[in-house]
């Protein structure tokens, strides 16, 4: 298995950067098109476990769109084949640090879409 092919990686990171825009803008329809449409994806949020894209989808379509800025540090990508990648990154929002990871899948019928993400903050202190 090729790990990090130069193309497969630039369409993940391109996937990954138009994901963050939309958290930042809070663009639900672009955050809901960007995960998987199946009752087997999942997000685990901060405060939150939701099971299958219309949980997911609730959740964006409910959450207020303030206090959504955080900037990104250590953001590593790594794709293993044409079909698979990880992207996980840590990010700062009010002097916080969270970290983020998602699995992308490329399916032939709908490119490359979120299976599974986690988001947590680190304990303060």
Do not use: K
């Amino acid at each position: 298995m090729q790990i990090d092919i130069p193309e497969i990686h630039a369409e993940v990171t391109a996937c990954f950067a138009e994901y963050e825009r939309a958290l930042m803008a809070n663009d639900v329809d672009v955050l809901q098109d960007l995960f998987r449409r199946d009752a087997r994806t999942l997000r685990y949020g901060v405060g939150e476990n939701l099971y299958g894209w219309e949980q997911i989808a609730a959740f964006r379509a409910g959450r207020p769109a303030a206090g959504l800025a955080r900037s990104l540090q250590r953001t590593i990508i790594t794709t293993y084949g044409r079909d698979f990648a990880t992207a996980n990154t840590e990010f700062v929002r009010d002097g916080r640090i969270g970290r983020q990871s998602q699995s992308w899948v490329r399916f032939p019928d709908a490119g490359w879409r979120i299976v599974a993400a986690h988001v947590s903050m680190m304990p303060q202190g």
